[in-house]
């Protein structure tokens, strides 16, 4: 009988063993694929990250939205004029040069209307060079190195049933919240782009009020916060230098549970300071 039990907890013994490997593996493989995903994601300019989403923005915003902006950018030039007649007592006391100015103004206007894309890409691929030239640097020092998780086994071995019982359930639960953070830093990265997109789709109307002194504000602060969206994704390659160093000095060692804690709590803030990467470029360059 005695024989038979210890069988049994040596049967349950190595398969808690092997559940805990293969745990361990996916947990850090997961860390380790989701940071590389993050780096060659944020690095992808918008035309070729979603290249279907890309040609449907580009078609709705020549076909729909830019016939709009030129309806404003009309009423404000209309508008400019009237104001220019009006500001020298109804043409009783002019220079010509107020109207070669004014002429000067809406060719720009119109001018930017019409190249709206191109202007709002040559903004994001410099962001995209400085990201790039970022990822450069980093890439390679975000992995967590899974060769000591094979050594780990003669640690496991000399662990009794209810040390390997414990192990294995906060190896379950770490696994488990792992995923949830991977999935919000999948909505992080993606939500960034889909923002891009949104920007881009809308952008002849902002940049149609900049022949006027007043409405002009709305295409400044728009071109501001374009470059906060870009600046946002050098921002984001910072945060993932600064969870590669912390997690460099993470090891697997005989405190398991702590060493599960600890990647867990990195992935944390990793996550979170994600989630501030937006906020904070906004601040930087007073956009809102």
């Not at 063993?17 to 996916?26: A, E, P, Q, T, V």
Request: hydrophobic letters at 55%; aromatic letters at 10%.
């Amino acid at each position: 009988m005695d024989s038979v039990l210890e069988s049994m907890d040596a049967w349950f013994k190595e398969a808690l063993i092997s559940g805990i490997l293969r745990l361990l593996n996916n947990i850090f493989g997961s860390v380790n694929f989701q940071v590389g995903r993050i780096a060659t994601e944020v690095g992808t300019s918008p035309s070729d990250f979603m290249p279907g989403v890309f040609n449907l923005i580009t078609n709705l915003t020549q076909n729909v939205i830019t016939p709009i902006a030129g309806i404003i950018l009309t009423f404000i030039a209309c508008y400019e004029l009237i104001d220019l007649v009006i500001g020298h007592n109804n043409l009783a006391n002019f220079e010509t040069f107020i109207f070669w100015k004014w002429i000067f103004k809406t060719f720009v206007a119109v001018l930017l209307i019409t190249n709206t894309m191109n202007i709002t890409m040559a903004i994001f691929d410099v962001a995209q060079s400085v990201v790039a030239d970022a990822g450069g640097i980093i890439s390679d020092e975000t992995s967590i190195d899974l060769g000591s998780i094979s050594d780990m086994e003669d640690t496991l071995m000399d662990m009794d049933l209810g040390e390997l019982i414990a192990v294995f359930s906060m190896a379950i639960i770490v696994n488990l919240l792992i995923y949830i953070i991977s999935a919000l830093i999948y909505v992080i990265v993606y939500g960034r782009m889909i923002e891009i997109y949104l920007m881009v789709s809308l952008a002849p109307i902002p940049f149609s009020t900049f022949g006027n002194r007043e409405q002009g504000r709305i295409g400044q602060n728009y071109l501001r916060s374009l470059m906060a969206l870009g600046l946002q994704g050098f921002l984001i390659m910072v945060c993932v230098g600064i969870y590669a160093v912390l997690i460099q000095n993470v090891s697997l060692s005989s405190d398991l549970i702590g060493s599960l804690w600890a990647v867990l709590s990195h992935t944390i803030l990793l996550c979170f300071t994600l989630f501030k990467t937006g906020s904070v470029a906004k601040s930087i360059l007073h956009a809102h």
